[in-house]
């Protein structure tokens, strides 16, 4: 069985990544009058049309491509889903 994938459907599993690891879950803050990037947070980037997971690095917004790469929403819906997977299985061997 095959569906589309949905630009809500990459967002549900980055929220649900940000949850998983303890992320924070807004990409951005306001303090001392400034708008700031919440380092760790993970968030989707859709340059050029296709979507990349990113996780910010810094305050000034400095974000890391984490899977080292950027291909269509069933692609990237793909490699996040086993991202995930692998972040479950080491925690659940972490409790055991």
């Excluded at 947070?41 to 899977?67: K, M, S, W």
Aim: net charge positive.
């Amino acid at each position: 069985m095959s569906f589309r994938v949905t630009k809500q459907r990459l967002e549900n599993q980055v929220e649900y990544l940000n949850k998983l690891t303890g992320s924070p879950a807004n990409h951005s803050y306001h303090m001392d009058g400034k708008w700031r990037s919440n380092p760790g947070h993970f968030t989707l980037n859709y340059d050029y049309g296709q979507p990349q997971l990113q996780r910010i690095c810094n305050e000034a917004g400095g974000v890391e491509n984490v899977l080292g790469y950027r291909g269509t929403k069933a692609e990237v819906d793909r490699m996040i889903g086993a991202y995930i997977k692998g972040i479950e299985l080491v925690k659940r061997n972490q409790s055991v």
